[in-house]
Every structure is written in C-alpha cells, then in structure tokens.
C-alpha cells in the first residue's frame, strides 16, 4: 500500500527552508504516478494519478464553552511596533501561536495515512486507538492552507490571494453570496491554481481529474439517463446549464488573458464545481468580533470519505484557527480502519446531487409506497433489534452475533420508509400483518419491475473488463442500489413475517 509518508512535500515549497520534512508530505507532481500502490488494482481505462490523502457540517466550539475557545489577538497585536512608539510596559506579550501563522504552520497529522480504496482517496488507521473518554485528534490543518469564503455580504475571502483589480475578483463580486457559494469558491479555487506556487497548485494534483470525478456535473446527457430517476437527472442538466451560463458570461471572448486561462473551456469550470460542491465543509469562522459563516475547502480533511456510521468529526479550533479532524470519544479503531466523517443525513439522491455517490445501506434512504397496507412499527423494530425514534433509528450492530448479519443501514431504511402504524399498547395481530407485509412485497416487487434492467443486469454491467465512464458508472450503481434496497426490504418481510410474535 502506498502511503504519502516520507515524500517530499509541497508545502516545504512555501516554507523558507531548511525545514523538517513532515511525516504527510505527499509526493510532488511528477513522482506521484509511480509511488501509487492502490488497494485494489486500477480498472483499465481510468488510471489512478494520485496519491492522494468535505463537505460535511463541521461541529465547531460552543461559544465561550471551551477554554481554548476565548482569544482572538487583538488586531493591533499584527502591527509591527514602531520605533516612535515602543509597546507599553503593560501590554502582554503577544500569544506566540499567533506569529506562526501564515505559511509557517504545516498541516500536523497522527497516527493515519492516505490510500487508494475502492471509493478512491480515503485516510486510514496506521495503528490502533484504544477507545478514548475524549475526541483524539488526527489531523490540524490551519486555516491558511484552506480556501475560505464567507456566505454573507460583506463577502471575505480568505487567504487574501486575489489583487484588488483581477477581473476574477469582479466575477466573485457579481455571485450572490446567499445562493452561490458554490460559484464564488470554485473562482477562488481556480484563481489559486494559476498563483505560481500556491500551495492549492501543488495540492491540486492530488484531486480526481475530469476523468476521476464522479460528480454529475460532469455526466453527458446519456449517463444522467442511466440513472432512471427523472427528477434527478432533470435537477443535475439544470445545475449543469446554471454552471455553463455562468462561466458564459463572464468568460466571453474579450476577457483579459489572466482571467481567460483560469477556466479556458466550460469543462474546467465545471470541474472546479464539482470539487467544491464535493469538498468543501460549511464552518463558522469568529472575525474580530463577527460569527461568520464560510464555505471552506480544507486540504487533507477533504480525503475523508462519508460514512452513516463514522468514527471522526470535525472541529474547528477558534484559538489558533486551525481545522481538527477527531476521532469520536468511546470509538476503538484497529489498524487500517478506514477513518469517515458524516457528511450529511440523506437520500442517496441528494449524495449523488453533490458528492456523486450512493449507498444500497443508506439509512435514510426512502420509497413512495401508494398501498394502504401497514406494519406494526414496534413489533419490525424488534424483529430486527433496531432500537429509537423514527428519525433516530439505531442499530447496534456490536450486539449482532456472528454470522447475523442482515441488518445493516437497509434495514434501518426499511424501517424508516415503510408504511407503519403504532397505537399505543395495542398489539399486531399476526394474520393482518402477514397481509401487510405480502401487499408491501408485491409493490416493492412492482417497483423493482418497473427498472429497465434488473440487479443481474446491472452488476453484470459493472462487473464488465471494457471501460466504463466513471460518470455512467455512478449513475447505474444509483438505480442499482435502490433495486437492492428494495430487494433488502423484500426478505426483510420475509423475515419479519417468520419471526413475528403472537
Ligand atoms: C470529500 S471527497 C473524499 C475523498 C475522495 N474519495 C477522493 O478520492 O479524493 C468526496 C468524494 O469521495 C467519494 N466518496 C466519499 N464517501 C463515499 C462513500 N461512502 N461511497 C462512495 N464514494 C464516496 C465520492 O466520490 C465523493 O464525491
């Protein structure tokens, strides 16, 4: 397996040398083809060109809460003293964290490295944690090797990378800081890649070419049909034609040659859409004395993969600006665990609208059911030794016994989505709800008929050696994963209807 440890790094680029080479560095450019080792051979057609270490809401400090959480440096605490006006004897010495910012601060990592997997880039355990009472941290990463731009008028960017005249600070200015963040990073991105350098030019060869990116931003008209969902595929050619209008204006013909190059065809624009609606966190930035919230692409972080169940979460640390990514207290990891963050409770058509993914064990995933017929939720729960409130479903899958393994995030969606009814200690009768369950079958077995193909189909579609866009292959494990959902749900009645009691 390969790991980035021991490469030279580009930060050391923006770093006066000699410095310590850090642990994370990745490889530079030109090495970074020949280091890969992937966990799972590269299909042919598609070859991996990186090794490559979100999206998500990160949970940030209670304000006033955390001891940590209290200093923001005074503004003239930046000024450098003046011969004429020396500091007074009173005035306390300036936090010395403070000085280091800038890009004398390198992003800090323990304990984990940056593989190839079969969801592409993902962080995993280098060694084992014991469970913890308090979050451990695994990464910092400080705020100025992230891309910031504040959501609300007036609109901050931070770092201050773009001087005031460029054309794109302009192209920014036009965007509507409520509704396009999106925008408004992916020209702040761009515009980073074209500084001779900057650290995001070096780290943008870690990110998934065109090729690479499962965004659906991406997918040619054929491919959003291959997902047989019609208001999704209608959704992503409108984000698609909202992108391509935008980077029509504003990059016509007789734009200056600096703004031209930064996104010389609608596809680099639309890329750079796909990397930030892919990989950016939401976070709330102190300013002074201002809560601002921001749009932030976090290096290192962003090769979190998503997980329902994950065992990391992302804390901003107010004190010194610095991105933590944690493990969660009471969370034992093995080696080689695969580190996740939680990007967002969904259906799998909103992860496929921004991140280009889907799960068949989603457990928010849900079906329209039109039959009247119902279940008896407590006695399905129970069945299935799921446990909580309706929007809090919980499976404790430690509690499951060796070869029992079928319930899984399937099952909690079962449980969410199907028809149910509850009256207070009123019990299920088991012959009404062997009805029930049978009428339900029949409208999952319906809805499984209405696809063009079926599961077999599918997978034999995947499983195939010729190369398949990685566009259209998203798309047909989207549909396909639903038929598993609804396959799942099938013999999870099947079950239901064996163990029921009476
Ligand atoms: C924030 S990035 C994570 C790093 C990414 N795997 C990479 O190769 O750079 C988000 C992207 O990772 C992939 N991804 C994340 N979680 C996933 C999951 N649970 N299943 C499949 N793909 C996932 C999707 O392509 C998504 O757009």
Not at 436 to 449: F, G, I, K, V, W
Request: charged fraction near 25%.
């Amino acid at each position: 397996m390969a790991t980035v440890a021991g490469a030279a790094s580009p930060l050391l680029l923006l770093l006066p040398s000699p410095l310590p080479r850090h642990p994370l560095a990745f490889p530079p450019r030109r090495a970074a083809a020949s280091r890969r080792v992937l966990l799972q051979p590269p299909r042919a057609g598609r070859p991996r060109l990186r090794d490559r270490p979100p999206t998500p809401v990160v949970e940030e400090d209670e304000l006033g809460a955390d001891e940590e959480d209290d200093v923001t440096p005074p503004l003239r605490l930046l000024e450098p003293p003046q011969e004429d006006d020396p500091f007074p004897p009173e005035m306390e010495p300036a936090d010395p964290d403070f000085y280091r910012i800038g890009y004398a601060r390198m992003m800090r990592a323990y304990g984990i490295e940056f593989l190839e997997g079969p969801d592409g880039m993902a962080v995993y355990a280098s060694r084992d944690v014991e469970p913890l009472r308090r979050a451990r941290v695994i990464m910092e990463i400080p705020l100025e090797l992230m891309l910031t731009i504040t959501q609300k008028p007036p609109w901050m960017f931070f770092p201050d990378i773009i001087p005031l005249g460029h054309p794109i600070f302009d192209v920014i200015e036009s965007t509507d800081p409520e509704t396009d963040w999106d925008l408004r990073l992916a020209c702040l991105l761009l515009y980073a890649f074209d500084i001779e350098d900057n650290f995001w030019q070096l780290y943008g060869d870690f990110l998934p070419s065109v090729d690479e990116c499962t965004s659906l931003l991406l997918a040619p008209k054929e491919d959003l049909m291959e997902l047989e969902d019609q208001d999704l595929a209608t959704k992503m050619l409108k984000n698609q034609q909202r992108t391509i209008d935008f980077w029509q204006k504003h990059w016509h013909k007789t734009i200056p040659l600096k703004l031209k190059r930064l996104a010389p065809d609608h596809v680099r624009f639309l890329w750079a859409l796909s990397i930030v609606q892919s990989r950016s966190v939401n976070l709330k930035l102190r300013m002074g004395a201002f809560i601002q919230d921001a749009n932030v692409l976090a290096p290192y972080a962003d090769m979190l993969n998503h997980s329902p169940d994950a065992n990391c979460f992302l804390h901003w640390r107010f004190k010194d600006r610095m991105l933590e990514v944690m493990i969660k207290a009471g969370h034992a990891i093995k080696k080689g665990d695969e580190m996740t963050i939680d990007y967002m409770s969904g259906v799998n058509s909103s992860f496929m609208e921004r991140y280009g993914f889907s799960s068949p064990t989603n457990p928010w995933e849900l079906l329209n059911f039109s039959s009247d017929a119902k279940i008896h939720l407590d006695s399905f729960l129970s069945v299935f030794n799921i446990a909580g409130l309706h929007d809090e479903l919980y499976h404790n899958s430690a509690l499951t016994l060796g070869e029992n393994t079928f319930v899984d995030g399937g099952v909690v969606a079962a449980a969410r989505t199907l028809p149910t009814w509850s009256d207070g200690d009123v019990p299920a009768i088991p012959s009404v709800e062997r009805k029930s369950a049978q009428a339900l079958q029949e409208e999952c077995q319906t809805m499984l008929e209405s696809f063009s193909t079926t599961i077999q189909q599918d997978q034999d579609i995947l499983d195939s050696d010729g190369h398949i866009r990685r566009t259209r292959e998203i798309a047909i494990k989207y549909r396909l994963h639903r038929k598993l959902l609804l396959q799942k749900i099938i013999d999870a009645l099947d079950i239901y209807q064996d163990r029921i009691l009476f």
